[in-house]
C-alpha cells in the first residue's frame, strides 16, 4: 500500500470492494473507516447507475479489490468502461500489480511484453494460447494456480524443455519467491516442492529459431479482411511472403479449408 492509497481511502465517501471481509482485514490494519459497498463481477454492471448517482451527488468512491490492481484479472472493467461513457471522471492511484511486479525482477526482456492473464483450463482455446506464447517474440507472463501449475509447466516442456521461464510467487508478502531456469529445471523444482500463492509465471521470447507458425496461425491471417478480398492464388503469395513461408504449404491449406 502506498501512503496515496491510504489517504485515498480514508478520505473516500465510499469503497466499492469486491470483497467486504477480505477487504475489511485491510482497512482494519490501515485505521480506515470508511463505509464499504459489494461490487462484483456478478453486479458491477448493475451498479453503474447507483454509483454513478452517488458521484453525481458529489461524493468520491474508491474501487478496490481484493488482491493487486482493479481490473487486471480482477473485477472493475465494466463499472469503469460504464462509468466513463457516463462522462465520470475515473483518477488511477497505482499501487502493487503482480504483473509489473513480476516482470522487473525476473531478468527477462521488458521492452516487449504481453500479459495473457488465466489460460483456458482445457481445449483447443488452451492448446492455441500455449502456442502463442511459445512462438512469442515478446516476454510472455499468465497467471496461473498452485493446483494448476505443474500441468502447465509440462505442457510448456513439451513444446520447449529448454526455453528460459520464472515463477514468481506471493509477490510483496513474506514468503515471496522467484524460481527461474529452463523448463525442465522449473518443472523439477516443482515436482519436489508444492507451489503455493499467487503465481506469475513469465516465459522468455522465442528466438528466430524457436518459432515455428503453427497451422492454426497461418489460417488466421488468410482469414484477415484484407486476406480474404485477394483470389486464392495472390492470398497464397501474399501470406507466404508475410509469414516467410513456403507458397505451396499456404495454398495447401487454403485448398483443404
Known amino acids: 500500500m502506498t501512503y496515496r492509497a491510504v489517504e485515498t481511502l480514508k478520505q473516500a465517501d465510499l469503497i466499492a470492494a469486491e470483497d467486504t471481509r477480505n477487504s475489511r482485514k485491510l482497512l482494519q490494519h490501515y485505521g480506515i473507516t470508511t463505509p464499504m459497498i459489494t461490487v462484483h463481477e456478478h453486479n458491477e454492471q448493475a451498479m453503474v447507475d447507483k454509483l454513478l448517482q452517488r458521484l453525481n451527488n458529489g461524493e468520491n468512491i474508491a474501487l478496490i479489490s481484493d488482491a493487486g490492481t482493479p481490473l487486471i484479472s480482477d473485477p472493475g472493467y465494466r463499472l469503469v468502461s460504464g ?4 462522462h465520470a471522471r475515473i483518477t488511477p492511484v497505482p499501487g502493487a500489480s503482480s504483473i509489473l511486479t513480476a516482470l522487473c525482477a525476473a531478468g527477462l526482456p521488458t521492452d516487449h511484453f504481453r500479459y495473457a492473464g ?5 481445449g483447443k482455446t488452451r492448446t492455441q494460447a500455449l502456442n502463442r506464447l511459445i512462438n512469442s517474440d515478446e516476454t ?17 516442456q513439451m513444446l520447449d524443455s ?3 521461464i520464472v515463477v514468481a510467487r506471493e509477490l510483496t508478502k513474506l514468503h515471496e ?7 525442465d529445471e522449473v518443472t523439477a523444482h516443482f515436482e519436489e516442492h508444492d507451489p503455493r500463492g499467487e503465481i506469475v ?11 515455428e507458425l503453427s497451422d492454426q496461425q497461418v489460417i488466421e491471417l488468410l482469414n484477415t479482411q484484407a486476406m480474404q478480398a485477394l483470389p486464392p492464388s495472390a492470398r497464397a503469395k501474399a501470406v507466404a511472403k508475410t509469414l516467410g ?9 487454403i485448398s483443404n479449408g
Open 162 to 164: 529448454k526455453r528460459e
Open 245 to 253: 513461408l513456403p507458397k505451396a504449404r499456404v495454398y495447401a491449406l
Open 83 to 86: 462509468l466513463r461513457r457516463k
Open 118 to 122: 488465466f489460460l483456458a483450463r482445457s
Open 140 to 156: 510472455s507472463i499468465i497467471l496461473e494456480s498452485p493446483r494448476r501449475l505443474l500441468a502447465t509447466l509440462r505442457e510448456l
Open 201 to 211: 509465471v513469465l516465459l522468455s521470447p522465442a528466438s528466430e529459431e524457436d518459432i
Open 177 to 183: 519467491e522467484f524460481i527461474s531456469g529452463s523448463v
